[in-house]
């Protein structure tokens, strides 16, 4: 695949905004390896091979194992996902794809036991992002297979 747009074609005020809005999401305080594992599993939902790499990347350097980053698309199955980390997974993919049938509410409810109502909110804004970064990179055709840890 030929890359369409490339990284020094994209408009600063595009990377810029979306940037300012990755460093919202990294004052969240949340844990790197459950946000890296949702990034991972929404980038495998929209089959975006670099965000794919560049996460399955950054989750090992942030401490992560390769059987939970390698079953992560059949989370529902394997054993060694918390009961956080299973709640988060199930509202990622409801915000991903909001036209499957989920009971939204059940979902939510879920995520209160482990997070207040602004965790939440702030949760879903980095499953958003995650969405618009998939989309982002599947349509400037950005090749995959060669982001270094921590090069974004």
Not at 22 to 50: M, T
Not at 111 to 135: E, G, P, S, V, Y
Request: proline fraction near 2%.
């Amino acid at each position: 695949m030929t890359t369409r747009i490339g990284f020094s074609e994209i408009p600063k005020g595009l990377m810029s905004t979306m940037k300012t809005a990755e460093e919202y999401i990294e004052g969240f305080n949340f844990d790197a390896g459950l946000l890296e594992l949702i990034r991972l599993q929404v980038s495998h939902i929209n089959r975006c091979a670099y965000c794919i790499d560049m996460h399955f990347k950054e989750a090992l350097a942030a401490g992560e194992t390769q059987q939970r980053l390698y079953s992560v698309t059949a989370w529902q199955e394997a054993p060694y996902y918390s009961a956080q980390e299973r709640a988060s997974l199930a509202w990622a993919e409801y915000i991903t794809l909001p036209t499957e049938q989920y009971h939204e509410q059940a979902l939510f409810e879920r995520l209160l036991t482990f997070f207040n109502k602004a965790q939440i909110a702030n949760l879903t804004f980095a499953i958003i992002q995650i969405n618009a970064w998939n989309r982002l990179m599947k349509s400037f055709a950005i090749e995959a297979g060669h982001y270094q840890v921590g090069q974004h």
